[in-house]
């Protein structure tokens, strides 16, 4: 039996009988009652009340909690009527029972959303959302939110999900040798009933991380044509999922870029030791203060592409940011660039420290994020 419950106002015998009919092929139980009294909501919650409007009730006379779905049920197409009915509160108003179809249709939709509610309400789905942002233009996002993915997986034994944010160009299927021919943008039909089989769909995942990854559209009218809600549910789905979802972001500010830093649990931000990168962090922590984003504990500094010629050591850069660094990530751009144009995996087994200075660096972030954030 569904956990959802019903409640039917009618003295229509005919109507609870279809009703009961719908509700049986929906697996679902329903209550009818002749009319409605207040104790109905103190005794029992339902998630759905119908009303039958030929009955005479107004909206204003039932008292229904916020939570639950409202729907009314009339045998005339009485615009006034359906009108003065949604108003009040209703979700929909069904010609009865000529559109008992509809009705089963708005009642599957609205039990997925639901469920989908219940479970994030109850806290499921606690995987932590991580964003890797720099307001600069490659300072290493990309590169160092693949490493930490793959060290999440392979050094950490974490369920891993990458979702590339960068609509167009984001490089990050290069980065796992792949050439995936899906992205999120194939989820829009879907995006109201979205769960783990249409993210599994559009995913790839990676043989030798096995780090699953999601990549954007590469077409830039797709692009701008993806809605904000789609990537909050994507990223609700996934931390159902996942217990790490990584969001590898653009520096430019757009709809997506600010989804992702607003689900994000923790914002890793890829500094460059040079005053350009300085300027770059001020703007966007006057961003972040005025949107609440990224408080205290929720962001870390990783300072990328550290070099002994670099324009700025540490201690400079921490008292131009006045703040802490939590990383810093060296430079070594051939050793990098052999293992990106391969398509290698940058970790392979548990063991595995890293080959170079970059995942030598990062393994190490990731290793003391892990100890600084447990418990
Ligand atoms: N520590 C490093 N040492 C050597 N090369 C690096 C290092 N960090 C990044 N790179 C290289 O710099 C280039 C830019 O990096 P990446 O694409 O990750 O930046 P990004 O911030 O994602 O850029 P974009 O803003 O275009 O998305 C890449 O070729 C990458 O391999
Ligand atoms: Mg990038």
Redesign the pocket.
Known sequence: MSTFKGLMISRNHAWIEIVNQLMEEMNMEITAVPEWKRSFQDNQHYHYVLVDLDGGVSPQQLQISSTTVLIGLSSEDDFEQARNWLVGGAKDVILFPEEKQRLLDLMKVTNQQLTFQKETEAGYGAGQVHAFY?AK????????ATMAAQSFSIHQDLKVLVIDL?AQFG?MDVLFGAQPFRSYYDLIPVMDEMDMRHLLNISTVHEETQVTFISGPVDPTKAEAIPDELITRLIRVARYNYDVVIL?L??VINNLTFTGLNEANHIHY?LTPDSLGMRAFRNASELFNRFQIGRNEELSVIV??VHSKSELNESHIKKIIDRDVNGL?????FS??AD?NMGESFFKKKKDKGTNK?TKDMKKYVDEFVKRTKG
Request: a positive charge; aromatic letters at 4%; hydrophobic letters at 30%.
């Open positions: 720099s233009g490659g300072s290493g996002k990309t590169l160092l960068n490089n590898d653009p520096s890829v990328n592409r990530v060296r430079s070594d751009f990098i660039q990106v970059v």
